[in-house]
């Protein structure tokens, strides 16, 4: 405030007038001819790129069109649906368990949880799923019962071991260690004072977590769960390395029969898993505005109300201009 | 009257409370009684134990040494034979029931609306069926001149509102006795006013309370006794007019001179 060129003012005498305010006069908005240049060289680029894909017959977009609908790509794209759904269910399951036993206050519960962790972080999930096949070869039977003592039930490991079975286990354990680190992230999130809170009330523990501690630590959890989902529907791809004949595994085995179709096949592959990721991040948008309550002052607007903005929002900006 | 006062066990009973972290003894043996109905006012420099001694009450914080009761009954622990044994957590959760505690950050819910954060223990604990305890929580975020932000998330209110429905909250359980740590320290000057009005209508109405403050002119105004802790003893205790208008000891001087 007292600059020195202003230091023989003091703040008594400091009631002058202001100089008189302009009468009121619309603002306009500065101009940003930059910005148009740029738009019209993306723009331009992006052109030349559509029409390089559109017209290189290379693409063959005809057979691309054909094998899109294949009933026998479809049973591949449900095979991967069925095997990514069940083991990102089961991993969130399991990375859940782990995490909580990693917070617990006992300690060998955490040290299993961590080296968990450490080892199922550490290997290549193809070598896991690899490992898991041959499975069988290693362990003829498993058996529940007493350790070193008698055993209740057997099973053979074959009979269990479909493909499927080892797709899902093996995507399960790697997923369930990247998982716990999310959730545990997530609990991690949430202030202390909230458990605080909830103690001092006398809430009960596991109704703490569920309702106070869960519902806020699922804010961050949700994210990076769903970044951890998209990698896994890429994942999914590796369990043709178990005879699984997923969406990849189907077009790969196409591509053998139809060498001249291969470039069209892994287009189908690829548009396949460009829908359903982007099916998953539609999906993430709203369960984040669910859990996003109270955390925010207004919660983010759907891609439909940020559209409908955007049109408002031009339109407003050529009304100034006029 | 005297003699009907004895049979009466005192609301909060502390004795030789003792709790240290690491090599810093907090509570350097705390005896402190609190009669029913009354208002206790801790006041204190920062770190001379008053939080602690709060928090030790209803058992966030375990003692080293010593032990607490409410209304006759010892908290988190039990006697067997001369020594104290540590509750089950369930135990210590239901004694919490009867504890209210206002914290100086507030820590409502950001997740439920002000009345779910006020209906939430009731529930949780079975003390209520859904429809009673939201009942009940609108009565009392009415009590606290809240009666149109029911709905509202506490990030919708400010600083003054959400300690208004804290409070609320720990009213929601029927607590025999409130612990107030630093309830208004967080607000901005113009909201204090408004929390510590509805913690002046506490006062007077059968339930205990003690807290903790630095709001002196209000010690003065509300409690019946003012105790003033300083590295984890307390210095002097007793009406406002004695230890707040003539402190016997220079530690107590220096501490008012200072916040005054």
């Known amino acids: 405030m007292s600059s020195p060129a202003h230091t023989n003012v003091s703040p008594a005498d400091a009631s002058f007038e202001p100089p008189a305010a302009p009468a009121a006069r619309p603002v306009i908005p500065l101009r940003h001819p930059g910005r148009w240049v740029a738009t019209a060289a993306v723009l331009v680029v992006l052109a030349q790129v559509v029409h390089g894909l559109v017209t290189n017959p290379f693409y063959q977009w005809d057979r691309f069109a054909y094998w899109f609908w294949q009933p026998v790509v479809l049973d591949g794209l449900l095979i991967t649906l069925h095997v990514t759904a069940v083991s990102a269910v089961l991993a969130l399951v399991g990375g859940t368990a782990l995490a909580l036993a990693r917070s617990s206050r006992n300690p060998v519960l955490r040290a299993v949880s961590w080296a968990y962790t450490w080892l199922f972080r550490s290997t290549p999930l193809i070598v896991l799923l690899l490992f898991l096949y041959n499975f069988s070869a290693l362990y003829q039977t498993l058996s529940l019962g007493v350790p070193f003592g008698p055993a209740f039930v057997t099973f053979g490991v074959t009979a269990l071991a479909s493909e499927t079975v080892i797709g899902i286990l093996g995507l399960t354990l790697h997923e369930s260690a990247y998982a716990a680190e999310i959730v545990r992230a997530g609990i991690l999130s949430v202030d202390q004072g909230q458990h605080e809170a909830a103690a001092a009330l006398g809430i009960p523990r596991h109704r703490r977590f569920r309702r106070i501690v869960l519902p806020q630590a699922l804010r961050s959890i949700v994210p990076n769960y769903v970044n951890l989902l998209i990698g896994l529907v890429k994942s999914t791809s590796l369990v043709f390395y178990v005879s699984l004949l997923d969406l990849f595994g189907t077009v790969q085995s196409l591509g053998s029969t139809y060498p001249g179709d291969i470039v069209p096949l892994l287009l189908v592959a690829t548009a396949w898993y460009v829908i359903l990721t982007s099916a998953v991040s539609v999906v993430q948008h709203y369960v984040e505005r669910r859990f996003a309550r109270g955390a925010v002052r207004t919660p983010p607007p759907t891609p439909l109300q940020r559209l409908r903005g955007g049109f408002a929002d031009l339109r407003a900006r050529v009304a100034v201009r006029r | ?260």
């Open chain 2, 1 to 260: 009257m005297s003699a009907d006062r004895r049979a009466r066990p005192a609301a909060v009973e502390v004795r030789g409370a003792v709790k240290a972290f690491g090599a810093h003894t907090v509570l350097d043996g705390i005896d402190l009684t609190v009669e029913p109905g009354t208002v206790t006012v801790i006041v204190g420099p920062s770190g001379s134990g008053k939080s602690t001694l709060l928090r030790a009450i209803n058992h966030l914080e375990k003692l080293d040494q010593g032990c607490v009761s409410v209304n006759g009954e010892l908290i988190g622990v039990r006697e067997q034979g001369d020594r104290l044994k540590e509750l089950p957590e369930r135990a210590i959760l239901a004694q919490r029931r009867r504890i209210g505690f206002v914290f100086q950050n507030f820590n409502l819910f950001p997740h439920l609306t002000a009345v779910e954060n006020v209906a939430e223990a009731p529930v949780a604990t079975g003390a209520a069926t859904r429809t009673e305890a939201l009942e009940r929580a609108r009565s009392l975020l009415a009590a606290v001149g809240l009666a149109d932000k029911e709905g509202a998330y506490p990030r919708h209110l400010s600083g003054g509102q959400q300690q208004r429905v804290a409070i609320a909250r720990a009213l929601a359980q029927h607590p025999e006795v409130i612990l107030f740590d630093e309830p208004t320290s967080a607000l901005d000057p113009e909201l204090v006013g408004e929390v510590l009005s509805v913690i002046k209508d506490l006062a007077g109405t059968g339930t205990t309370l003690i807290i903790v403050t630095h709001e002196i002119a209000f010690a003065r105004e509300v409690a019946d006794e003012v105790v003033f802790l300083d590295g984890g003893r307390i210095v002097e205790r007793g009406a406002p007019s004695q230890v707040l208008d003539r402190p016997r000891h220079t530690r107590t001087r220096e501490f008012l001179s200072k916040v005054l």
